[in-house]
């Protein structure tokens, strides 16, 4: 386990135990470069967690991890079950996903087929199935689309942008979108990736009231995020990384005070 300076190890959950997500001894090596060196942290249900550092720190490094999109040491416990030698989809379908830097939607889909997209990996339609009840399937395909554009226009993606492609929204619309896609239904903990990247004042704000809207309905939410003042405003608990290694984890007013933080990161910031 890396060292501690900010109060961290608060919460006193023991190993394993039935928090959302934790995350003991992470490391992650590409060829010879160590980007995650050690790193431990948890999230509850209904917290919101930012995790902050420099470029080229290790932040995504650690979503690529915890969701086995590359190869780890050490350990990861969804809901208190190893995620151990689980693909990635199958986590997405136990309720772990990710949203990336870029956004990463299907090309050639609207709006409305994206979000229709991704809740069918919930309801996992198999092409055995589409065969054999081809009515089911119709009907299902209309209540997927019926629940898809409830879900959008729930987060404020008004009726009118579901047959553009997304690329032609707004850009502050697509990083919430990227967000309501991740989030689907089911989705229990999510992890965001930099949601605030190249947006400016009020599309900010609404990507604060979207994180909060979803902590409220007690998601778990891990946030890599450079806009400071965002971090500051909305997480509960902060984890910092500094090339690979974990600096500081606590509340943001602990980190905030913690000398490492100010000597490494914050401080050059200031
Ligand atoms: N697939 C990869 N193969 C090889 N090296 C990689 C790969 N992905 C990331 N790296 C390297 O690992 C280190 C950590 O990268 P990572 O993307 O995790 O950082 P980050 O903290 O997310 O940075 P940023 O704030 O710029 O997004 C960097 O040195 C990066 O160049
Ligand atoms: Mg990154």
Known sequence: MSAAPAGSETKGHAAGADT???????????????ALSDVSWSVDDGELLGVIGPNGAGKSSSFAAVTNTVRSEGSVYLHGHSTTGLSTERLARQGLRRTFQQ???FSGLTVLENAMATSQV?????????????????RQRSATRKRAGELLIEFG????????????????????????LAY????????VDEPAAGVGGADMQSL?????????????MVLIEH??????????????????????????ADVQRSPAVLEAYLGEAA
């Open 20 to 34: 959302a997500l934790r995350v003991e001894g992470l490391t992650v090596r590409y060829g010879s470069l160590v």
């Open 103 to 105: 956004n990463s939607f």
């Open 122 to 138: 919930e309801e996992c339609t198999t092409l055995l199935g589409s065969i054999l009840t081809p009515w089911r399937e119709a």
């Open 157 to 180: 993606i008004d009726r009118r942008y579901h047959d553009l492609f997304p690329d032609d929204v707004p850009y502050g619309l697509q990083r919430i979108l990227s967000i309501v």
């Open 184 to 191: 689907g239904g089911g989705t229990r903990v999510l992890l």
């Open 208 to 220: 604060a009231d979207l994180l909060r809207e979803l902590r409220v309905r007690g998601l778990a």
């Open 227 to 252: 806009h400071m003042d965002l971090v500051m405003e909305i997480v509960d608990q902060l984890v910092v990384i500094d090339r690979g290694r974990r600096i500081a984890y606590g509340s943001p």
